[in-house]
């Protein structure tokens, strides 16, 4: 149900092969579902795996203290993303760039947010936004109709950085591939991680 009225909505490119990666840990003698994967968990997908491409990651941050250019700015919602976020999803900004896998830390903002705190102008790029005590620059504007992957609340602001955050896990099934593939592939990934 997640998948299909969230994941195939999504204004992103091949909406209908992003599946969310997630492991069924045991504890106490009840299945939990294990959403959040550390870098190692990442990198050995993306290693190990022939029926996953274009992993991304992405966490919501908990009341984030956010700051721009030093001012307070209360009350946004922040995700934290892996670099590739923007780019393997296939949302290209309206202005400024995508995060590249050169960046340390660097901020795409929403449209709406951009529009009603920025005013619509282009001068939005370069400034500094920090959350947490985390500072970034803001190089893009993301589209009107983009609001994340999160499900509760749309994000205002998207930090891509290289930090060992644990981050939940989307990707694309790699093209003709049936879903009833994935999983035992990904089991398989598990195991060995």
Known sequence: ???????????????DRLVQVRQVGLALGFRKPLDAFGPQGFETMRAHNGTLSE????ARLD????????EPEPGRDVEQVSL??????????VIGRAPEA???AVAVVSYGWWQGRFGGRPNVLGKVVSANGQAAEIVGVAPRRFHGLAIDTPAD????????????????TKPGLPHAQVLPATDAVFREL
């Not at 149900?1 to 909406?15: G, K």
């Not at 009341?63 to 030093?70: F, H, I, M, S, T």
């Not at 923007?86 to 290209?92: A, I, S, T």
């Not at 998207?158 to 955050?165: D, F, P």
């Open 63 to 70: 009341r984030p203290a956010v700051l721009v250019e030093g």
């Open 157 to 172: 602001i998207w930090i891509a950085s290289r930090s060992g955050t644990n981050l939940q896990m989307i990707a694309r």
């Open 55 to 58: 992993i991304v990651g992405f």
């Open 1 to 15: 149900l997640v998948e299909d009225l969230l994941l195939r909505s999504l204004p992103v490119r091949d909406p």
């Open 84 to 93: 590739n976020f923007f780019r393997d999803l296939g949302v290209v900004p």
């Open 102 to 104: 050169a960046d340390a």
